[in-house]
């Protein structure tokens, strides 16, 4: 993968940062230097350069975006299809996809979806009135804005409807959890497709499941062809049932038993927003033949009887018939042949001179009715009073009208067309915006009342916070300081002490890790994260959990996990060692081993002092021996197995090694400078030390003569002072004496 971040193309677009990694394509968030403005840039993989397949690909979703405008459709702004590097320039949108949204609520409410729902009809209605298939409409291709608007995007996989498309032969393109059952066999596809994909966005949504689900791709396909999903209000009983029959209206196996348009569906959905509790005159049920459906068309009274069935005489079983009237009939046949032949004769004459010769039998032109300033979402999109116009959908902003309304119209009103005729409509998009206010923070009554103040409708969720006090507002959906459209509901998450959703942590120490993760799967939670720490336990056994067992965990928490790394622990310790007394020396060299190897040298003072050894091992016993000029002076064993460490076959210098350092002859000098020489020789005789030898040396200070200026060996400084010497060394006094003497 060639990594753009950080490089400038086609000396205009500053790639910033990858916000996203597709099946063919990566995404960037870029800086557009010439239009000032943050996009999102999308390049095909430089492996897929040279396959034509996904080349065209990443055409089609261009062509395809590029003739589509509609607010809940992602922007194309740009595009190139160079050799080297095709992308396009996209809208860049700060949000999160609507599978995304999903998996963090699990289920979606009724009002939330149907508010969703209906952007994403709309969009597709724009779509598949220019004539484009999405094909592979989910929630990964749907992405959530802070204020609640959505944006349908990539169109990789689009199609015009008026062109065959086979999903099979094209290496099964899509997800096979939301295609409807014509994709799944490789039948042909056109716009009831994606009502199928909607149909399962919302089962999805309102149950937080998927309809078919399997280990295997191929499986869920042949669910999607055979199987009949279970209704929605069986896994979530406060589902209305309108919303429930809309939604297995829309996933109905045969397209022809589908809603047949985008539309068409946004009627129903606008019904159900208006009564909530409306049951719709169509349904649904299941039996040994293929699903049959009940719509409006079936409920009229139809006659029993065969048309042609005669009246059986029931005593002889025979029909009734009057021979009288019978021969009458029978003579009036001939004659009422040769009247017919004529009226038809003269029939023909009329209409051969009526089609070729007036405008009588040419075909009715029909007369444009008057759109402006209707709703076209209420009044104009799926009204039976305009099926004889092909309807095109255009949106632009207009601030002196309503919103939704149309505001222009081609061809005019009163305008003389064919059935068929292809009428655009311009509608206002244009939506009066409000910012919604901060109320983080306040008490429920206070944050609502400012709500409705400011124009808007509310709703609330309670959420679980142990900081907050309880009753106050944490967050708002859109959030505060958003632009969101007047009227809407804005939901108020509402602080609680309550935990509902929280679950108990299971004991999982002493578990591999794999055995941990599904005890913790069972219960609803999940694994956080997971380090090692060096323990003579098999490796991936659980030495901690955090939280441990027995302890609530809440929602959106984890449960952290240590784990055995199979290895003995490092421990580290010191050793002390008594250093000899050695006579005559000051210091010696202190080596010492580990298992023969080193892990101490220095020079130390041999003064019968204590030198500690530091050493480190693991899950084994080790040797140590100290040496002093390669003389051994200690030796042990180490047991890192056990903690704190043992010792054992310790042996020392006082029992082992005595013999090599040590001498019986010696002494500590003792300091005798400032004392008289007599006084000096005695004292350093009570020491042991008698050969002393005096020197004299010239003083001008009388009360220094006769008296010990120095001694040698020194003994004045250092850690000399507590140095041993033999006591036959040689002492020398040097004793101050007068100039005359």
Same mark, same amino acid.
């Given at each position: 993968m060639e990594n753009y971040t950080g490089k400038r193309i086609d000396d205009r677009y500053e790639i910033h940062e990858i916000i996203g990694v597709g099946g063919m394509a990566y995404v960037y968030k870029a800086y557009d230097r010439i239009d000032d403005r943050i996009v999102a840039v999308k390049i095909l993989r430089e492996e897929y350069l040279a396959n034509e397949a996904f080349r065209r690909r990443f055409k089609n979703e261009c062509k395809f975006i590029a003739v589509l405008s509609h607010p809940n459709i992602v922007k194309v702004y740009d595009v190139s299809f160079g050799d080297r590097l095709q992308y396009i320039v996209m809208e860049y949108i700060e949000g999160i996809t609507l599978k995304e949204y999903i998996e963090r609520q699990r289920v979606?409410?009724?009002?939330?979806?149907?508010?969703?729902?209906?952007q994403i009809l709309r969009a597709l209605q724009h779509a598949h009135d220019k004539g484009i298939v999405h094909r592979d409409i989910k929630p990964q291709n749907i992405m959530l804005l802070q204020n609640g608007t959505i944006k349908v995007t990539d169109f990789g996989i689009a199609s015009f409807s008026r062109s065959e498309s086979r999903t099979i032969s094209e290496g099964a393109i899509g997800s096979v959890h939301y295609i409807s059952p014509e994709q799944a066999k490789g039948d042909f596809t056109d716009a009831k497709a994606d009502i199928y994909s909607v149909g399962v966005m919302l089962y999805e949504m309102l149950t937080g499941q998927l309809p078919f689900q399997s280990d295997s791709a191929v499986s869920v396909a042949l669910m999607q062809v055979n199987d009949e999903p279970v209704p929605p209000r069986s896994i979530n009983g406060s589902i209305p049932v309108g919303l429930e029959q809309i939604t297995m209206r829309a996933m109905q196996k045969d397209p022809k038993l589908r809603y047949q348009s985008a539309a068409e569906m946004l009627l129903d959905l606008d019904e159900f927003k208006r009564n909530p509790s409306i049951k719709f005159d169509y349904s649904y049920f299941v039996d040994n033949e293929p699903t049959k459906y009940i719509d409006r068309t079936m409920t009229s009274n139809q006659p029993l009887v065969p048309k042609n069935e005669e009246r059986q005489d029931p005593a002889r079983g025979k029909p009734r018939v009057n021979d009288e009237y019978a021969t009458r009939n029978n003579k009036l046949i001939p004659i009422l042949s040769g009247v017919l032949a004529g009226l038809v004769a003269v029939s023909a004459l009329i209409f051969s001179y009526l089609f070729f010769f007036t405008d009588v039998m040419k075909v009715s032109k029909l007369e444009?009715?008057?759109?402006? #300033?209707? #709703?076209?979402?209420?009044?104009? *999109?799926? #009204?039976? $009073?305009? %099926?004889?116009?092909?309807?095109?959908?255009?949106?632009? #902003?207009?601030s002196a009208s309503p919103y939704g309304v149309v505001v222009k119209q081609d061809p005019e009103k009163g305008t003389k067309v064919q059935s068929g005729q292809t009428v655009t409509l311009t509608v206002n998009q244009n939506q009066k915006t409000v910012t919604v206010p901060d109320v983080y923070g306040q008490k429920y009554v206070d944050a609502t009342e400012q709500l409705k103040a400011a124009g808007f409708a509310t709703s609330y969720e309670t959420q679980y916070d142990a900081t907050a006090e309880e009753?106050?507002?944490? /967050?708002?959906?859109?959030?505060?300081? %958003?632009?969101?459209? *007047?009227?809407? *509901?804005?939901?108020?998450?509402? $602080?609680?002490?309550?935990?509902?959703? $929280?679950?108990? @942590?299971?004991?999982?120490?002493?578990? %591999?890790?794999?055995? *941990?993760?599904?005890?913790?799967? /069972?219960?609803?939670? /999940?694994?956080? %994260?997971?380090?090692?720490?060096?323990?003579? /336990? @098999? @490796?991936?056994?659980?030495l901690e959990q955090i939280p441990a067992q027995g302890e609530a965990v809440h929602k959106n928490e984890t449960i952290d996990l240590i784990v055995s790394s199979g290895k003995a622990p490092n421990v580290a310790t010191a050793i002390a060692v008594k250093l000899p007394y050695m006579a005559g020396t000051e210091t010696g060299e202190l080596k010492a081993y580990l298992n023969s190897a080193v892990v101490a040298t220095e020079e130390v003072l041999l003064n019968g002092g204590t030198y500690n050894v530091e050493v480190t091992g693991s899950g084994k016993a080790d040797k140590l021996i100290v040496k002093i000029d390669n003389k051994d002076i200690y030796s042990c064993t180490i047991n890192f197995t056990t903690d704190p460490i043992a010792l054992s076959d310790v042996a020392t210098i006082e029992d082992a090694f005595k013999n090599s350092f040590y001498t019986d002859a010696s002494s500590i000098i003792p300091s005798v400078v400032g004392l008289t020489d007599e006084k000096a020789k005695q004292t350093l005789k009570d020491a042991g030390f008698n050969n002393i030898t005096i020197e004299t040396e010239i003083t001008l200070d009388p009360k220094k003569i006769g008296v010990v200026l120095s001694q040698m060996p020194d003994i004045s400084s250092g850690l000399n002072r507590f140095k041993r010497y033999p006591t036959d060394t040689t002492i020398i006094l040097v004793v101050g004496r007068g100039v005359l003497q």
């Open positions: 979606i409410s009724p009002k939330e979806a149907v508010h969703f729902l209906t444009v009715p008057n759109f402006l #300033n209707k #709703n076209y979402e209420t009044e104009i *999109a799926g #009204n039976d $009073a305009y %099926s004889d116009f092909r309807i095109n959908v255009i949106y632009e #902003n207009d009753g106050t507002v944490l /967050s708002t959906l859109p959030e505060r300081g %958003s632009e969101t459209v *007047a009227g809407t *509901a804005i939901v108020l998450f509402v $602080a609680t002490r309550t935990d509902k959703d $929280a679950v108990l @942590a299971p004991e999982v120490v002493g578990y %591999s890790e794999s055995d *941990a993760r599904e005890m913790i799967k /069972s219960v609803g939670l /999940s694994v956080g %994260s997971v380090t090692q720490r060096d323990d003579v /336990s @098999a @490796a991936g056994t659980v």
